[in-house]
């Protein structure tokens, strides 16, 4: 286990940069796209942070096995004694780390070019990110895993995460639109309880059907 | 026996054409446009009974590899795929001449949409995996996890579609249609189903025929 | 207008000639398959005549 925390600590830094540039490549892209008329990107802030937390997360989720297949340390997973699981934890522990990293750049990076304060509502907002989050490294790890062992896994990855993600998408949004005007995470909890069954749900089929991902 | 079934089926369609035009009445609101949906509803029912099967299939096999529960999935995720793109694409004529719009992100399509998406994606995994094994493992952790994702696209998308409401807000029923509209849509229900079975027997087969002539 | 029954029509049209495509191509690969394996089991079977000529 110390190995594999090595190893992600390893491809952060790597990732990390280079998922930092990319974001502000996004904000950019955002800006270029939907023009300079400030009140009309404040409304669609929301969606906009989400895709730049997707967009990223297929960047960044899509590598998480890309180490152990170019270096030949992918025979070294397959024969790991014990529960595969266990390696899927790790790894989606350490794609939340990163995710999680990624995801408050880019929000610091929103606030700075759209002069949002945040102060107020960032406890609210961390929760809805949280849970959005997890629905997203929780299946991206599992399909990385077997998209690692397919050629032409950087198409084959997002078409397959993002129609999976679609409801995270729809309830991330939606929340997100509502704590950033300031309500309370209770007017939104419909949608807070939808993620919660999304990570549920997504972990459980993850961890049980991790093994036959890795079978070789 | 696959004649049989092969018979029962078109006898099913023919009563459902049938039913849907000679016997059902011009509905009262919309007119004659309203047959469309003797189409649209029974494919969607037919398109959630193959993604149900591919989820049961796919377990079977992950869990027993029997080769037959992969043939089985294989087929009911093609045969559901083909059925929801029907659905869509009758969603979208019946809605041109009602909505005034070819497309609307109501909750059916939308969700329906999603569906096909992801199934889609399944057989794209399928034909990109050349080892037989692995794609038929490979396809049914996905197919475990596209369905359990149903429910959630469901609530999701019926949720955004009803805007600021809470979810407590009663969701619209069919309301009391005149008894020979449901039985109309009974009998294409049945059609359809049967008619999915076939197909997916024939395609299993298929698919049994193409493993032998590669061992 | 009012009844719209070109879209009716365009609708079942469009179901029919989809299904009618799926029933043919099962059909056309199902006998594919089939002769396919009927030649070569005809094959081996006379090349088996062939090393073994009955007296």
């Known amino acids: 286990m110390v190995w594999k925390d090595l190893l992600v600590e390893r491809r952060s830094k790597e990732t990390l940069n280079a998922l930092f540039f990319f974001g502000l490549l996004l904000l950019f892209v955002f800006q270029f796209a939907l023009g300079p008329d400030r009140e009309r990107l404040a409304g669609t802030l929301p969606g906009l942070l989400w895709l730049g937390f997707i967009l990223s997360g297929l960047l960044g989720l899509g590598r998480t096995f890309v180490v152990e297949r170019e270096n030949d340390c992918w025979e070294g997973l397959l024969l790991a004694p014990g529960d595969k699981s266990a390696i899927y934890v790790g790894k989606l522990a350490g794609n939340l780390l990163l995710m999680l990293v990624i995801e408050t750049i880019l929000l610091v990076l929103f606030g700075f070019f759209f002069n949002l304060d945040l102060t107020n509502v960032l406890p609210a907002l961390a929760v809805v990110i949280a849970l959005g989050t997890v629905a997203l490294a929780a299946v991206g790890t599992l399909f990385a895993a077997m998209t690692a062992q397919v050629r032409a896994r950087e198409l084959l990855f997002p078409v397959l995460l993002l129609p999976v993600e679609a409801p995270v998408l729809l309830a991330t949004v939606k929340a997100t639109e509502a704590v950033l005007v300031g309500e309370p995470l209770g007017s939104v909890a419909h949608w807070l309880k939808l993620l919660a069954a999304a990570d549920v749900v997504y972990v459980a089929v993850g961890v049980l059907t991790f093994d036959f991902v890795m079978e070789g | 026996m696959r004649s049989l079934l092969g018979g029962v089926t078109l006898a099913g369609l023919v009563a459902g054409l049938v039913m849907g035009f000679a016997i059902a009445p011009r509905e009262a609101t919309q007119g004659n446009v309203q047959r469309i949906m003797y189409l649209h509803v029974p494919s969607v029912w037919v398109a959630y009974l193959a993604f149900a099967v591919v989820l049961v299939a796919s377990i079977v096999y992950l869990v027993r590899r029997a080769e037959a529960a992969d043939r089985l999935a294989h087929a009911s995720a093609e045969v559901g795929v083909l059925f929801t793109g029907l659905t869509i694409a009758t969603g979208s004529i019946w809605g041109k001449p009602t909505w005034g719009t070819w497309w609307t992100w109501d909750a059916r399509l939308t969700t329906v949409s999603i569906l096909f998406v992801m199934y889609l994606g399944y057989l794209l995994l399928r034909g990109m995996i050349e080892d037989r094994e692995r794609g038929a493992r490979f396809a049914a952790v996905l197919g475990i996890v596209a369905a359990f994702n149903i429910p959630l696209v469901h609530f999701s998308v019926y949720w955004w579609r009803t805007l600021h409401q809470p979810p407590s807000l009663v969701k619209p029923g069919p309301g009391t249609m005149p008894g020979i509209i449901v039985t109309a849509l009974l009998v294409n229900f049945a059609a359809f189903t049967l008619l999915y079975a076939y197909f997916v027997t024939r395609r299993a087969r298929v698919l049994r025929l193409e493993a032998e002539a590669e061992a | ?55």
């Open chain 3, 1 to 55: 207008m009012a009844d719209n029954w070109s879209f009716v029509f365009a609708a079942y049209g469009l179901a029919v000639v989809v299904l009618t495509a799926y029933w043919r191509f099962l059909v056309r690969r199902e006998r594919e398959l089939s002769e396919g394996s009927q030649v070569l089991r005809e094959g081996s079977g006379m090349s088996e005549q062939a090393r073994h000529p009955s007296p």
